[in-house]
């Protein structure tokens, strides 16, 4: 069975109402596909973010022209060595993660 956690971003309203778009980050503790660039950009439906305080992201949030720090879902692909995980976001792209970096989605 899939193992799914969240991860911080920014989130922002996305073309449609029940999607918007996240961004990510690249650090010390987030990597696209193992190599350290700058952000990873992506949309996703409003089910999959929530808000800082892990609150559900509502219809109404954020306000148009507004960006909020947040969460995105990702699914745990597999382990990676010296403490790193390999996950996928809802915008399809892997990316590798410090367990550190995850955060519970229960």
């Known amino acids: 069975m899939a193992k799914f956690y969240y ?38 439906h409003v089910a999959h973010l929530r808000k800082g305080n892990q609150e559900a992201i509502t219809e109404d949030d954020p306000s148009y022209g507004e960006v909020i ?24 792209d892997v990316i590798h993660v410090s367990k550190s970096a995850l955060v519970s989605s229960e």
């Open 7 to 44: 991860i911080q971003c920014r989130i922002e309203r996305g073309a449609f109402t029940n999607e918007r778009t996240f961004e990510i980050d690249l650090s010390d503790q987030v990597r696209y596909g193992g190599e350290r660039e700058g952000q990873l950009v992506g949309t996703a």
């Open 69 to 92: 720090r947040g969460f995105v879902r990702c699914r745990l692909i597999r382990d990676l060595p010296a403490g790193w995980v390999m996950v996928e976001v809802p915008s399809a």
